[in-house]
């Protein structure tokens, strides 16, 4: 049997398996990325990319790709309930970023959000993952995987030609989604609930300009008295602006599998849009579930989980594909250092520390915004025990002047703005906050948040966030602080006072023999910050100084210059990269054997 070496393992090539092939080939990293599929995504499934996945795209020089092939969602705009296309509409919000909160969106990020679907964005990351040297193998299916204490021994089966061979890796990446093999024959633990709901996706072209242009919208729920489902009869979710569409409905399987057959998707459709005479063509299908489980480990060993091999959550929020990326966006740059000999092992533990915590965060919100719309559907008197003609009678009761109207509008307003926390939640999509081995805590907390911190993102320079974004000028070109970071290394950002701290990286980078680029901001500097913006997010000072992670997460800082500028920067690189400790791996490891992954 042929055996195949590399560095890093990656099974699956979904969003989170494409972006770490990509990120590793940039890195220099050896790497082997597995799919049991013939190709990427044939269907749009994921749409919704938002400003920080839209950054790491950046990151990797894809941007200008995926503004090619999306829709910017600002262009669509709001979220709409109503009984059918044709028929009345029970309400409207603006979301993603439009109306009163485009600014707070412009401000945060260089970046806008996106809808492109799956399809669409999968091919970009193939294509910038193949353009580094990738080696990606679709239409090889892994069939098992173990680990010892210095290796990653897998067996894979091409579909084909029903070869098997074996690939031994130092690291494997489980990116293999939702019914990971790696997690199941690892035996990684998971929490939560599976099989809360059963839904059907069809990918469906209609034009329906005629009932959609005048209220652009990137979701419209279709909720229709009498029907079956307490979070609506179906859902719209707009791919292309107004012809293209996945139409998602929920079943019971209790009742027996639903007619995937053209004849009854079309005349479902037909239904929801409320026109008899549509011209509806079916591109595709696609069963899936509502899950509400998160895994309580992200690395056993020599293998991390990522993406939904790692969060399985419902799409209410959009926030699946894009923790996907940015897991990998977290993760790749850890092994890169670690296999080029430039931090220590114990640095691969804070990916656990760091998106354990995400993914919990992502599913409790995900679900949540799942149970608004249901707490709204409520308010509007259309439960399931309620005949056809009784929910009318409540929905027009609505927008009477009977007695309790005014009560049950108010209450509707209240469910309505609950609703934002699915589609305007930029706190949780930007303010993620770091705690682990990999960042050197300051001794100050964390600033309190001044509004609602899911909603609304707070940018801060402590240890542990994301670096602001912030407009400056560099040789009368625009530039963004989040340009001066990330491109797979470390970088210091100080102010005019930062003459020592730019002596202090040339020598902690000659000795530790990374790269340290210095970058000084502010007033009439080399990056000017000609509209103060920087000056208002950094919190240092002019002699401070930021060490930014090649994940644009802020690794330390100090307010202002220390007497031995060399001397605290060169510890603070030394921690955050684990250099003066280092894990035995096998500490995690069951002891590997050839049953089951060997030829014989």
């Not at 970046?111 to 580094?132: K, M, N, S």
């Not at 409540?394 to 703005?417: I, Q, W, Y």
């Amino acid at each position: 049997m042929r055996t195949f070496e590399t560095d890093v393992l990656v099974v699956g090539a979904g969003p989170a398996g494409l972006t770490s092939s990509a990120l590793l080939s940039m890195l220099g990293v050896s790497a082997i990325t597995l799919s049991k599929h013939p190709g990427t995504a044939p269907q749009p499934r994921a749409t919704h990319t938002n400003q920080r996945t839209v950054e790491i795209l950046r990151d990797l020089g894809i941007e200008d790709r995926l503004n090619e092939v999306g829709q910017p969602l600002k262009t669509l705009g709001n979220n709409v309930l109503a009984t059918s296309f044709t028929g009345l509409e029970i309400f409207r919000y603006p979301s993603y970023g439009t109306g009163p909160r485009l600014a707070d969106y412009a401000a945060a990020s260089p970046c806008e959000p996106f809808t492109a679907g799956q399809h669409l964005v999968e091919p970009i990351l193939l294509d910038a993952a193949l353009e580094r040297g990738a080696d990606i193998r679709f239409s090889h299916e892994l069939v098992a995987i173990d680990q010892s204490d210095g290796t990653v021994l897998a067996r894979v089966r091409t579909r084909d030609t029903m070869e098997e061979y074996l690939i031994r890796a130092r690291y494997a990446i489980a990116a293999d989604g939702g019914r990971s093999t790696v997690a199941e024959q690892l035996g990684f633990g998971f929490e939560g609930q599976t099989a809360l709901k059963h839904m059907l996706n069809a990918w469906i072209e209609v034009d329906l300009t005629e009932y959609a242009a005048y209220r652009p919208s990137v979701i419209y729920t279709i909720l229709q008295p009498g029907g079956d489902s307490w979070v609506g009869s179906g859902s719209f979710l707009c791919v292309r602006p107004f012809h293209d569409w996945v139409l998602t409905r929920e079943y019971d399987p209790n009742g027996g599998e639903p007619d995937t057959s053209d004849t009854a998707l079309i005349e479902f459709a037909r239904t929801m849009i409320g026109d008899p005479n549509a011209d509806v063509r079916v591109k595709g299908t696609s069963k899936w579930q509502v899950n509400n489980v998160v895994a309580t480990e992200y690395r056993r060993g020599r293998v991390f989980l990522t993406g939904d091999a790692a969060h399985r959550h419902p799409p209410s929020g959009g926030l699946g594909s894009n923790t996907s990326i940015q897991d990998a966006y977290n993760l790749a740059w850890k092994l890169a250092f670690v296999l080029s000999g430039h931090a220590g092992e114990e640095l691969l533990d804070s990916y656990d520390e760091e998106r354990q915590p995400v993914g919990k965060q992502v599913v409790d919100r995900a679900i949540k915004n799942l149970k608004n719309m249901g707490a709204a559907v409520e308010v509007l008197g259309l439960r399931r025990d309620r005949s056809a003609e009784e929910a009318w009678t409540s929905l027009n009761e609505l927008a009477s002047d009977a007695e309790g109207a005014a009560e049950r509008r108010k209450a509707l307003a209240e469910a309505v703005a609950l609703q934002h926390y699915r589609s305007n939640a930029q706190g949780v999509e930007l303010g993620q906050r770091y705690t682990s081995g990999a960042v050197v805590e300051d001794g100050t907390p964390f600033p309190a948040p001044t509004r609602d911190a899911d909603l609304y993102y707070h940018p801060t320079t402590h240890p542990g966030a994301h670096l602001p974004h912030a407009w400056v000028e560099h040789r009368r070109r625009k530039v963004s602080t989040l340009d001066l970071a990330g491109h797979g290394r470390f970088s210091l950002i100080t102010g005019i006072g930062g003459k020592s701290w730019a002596q202090a990286a040339a020598a902690v980078s000659a000795e530790l023999g990374i790269e340290l680029p210095v970058y000084v901001v502010g007033y009439r500097c080399e990056y000017d910050d000609v509209l103060g913006e920087w000056e208002a997010v950094r919190e240092i000072d002019d002699r401070g100084a930021l060490l930014v992670r090649p994940d644009r997460f802020i690794a330390w800082r100090s307010a202002g210059r220390p007497e031995s500028p060399e001397a605290v920067l060169r510890a603070a690189v030394r921690q955050a990269l684990s250099l003066d400790g280092r894990t035995d791996v096998t500490r995690q490891l069951v002891p590997a054997t050839a049953e089951g992954v060997s030829a014989t």
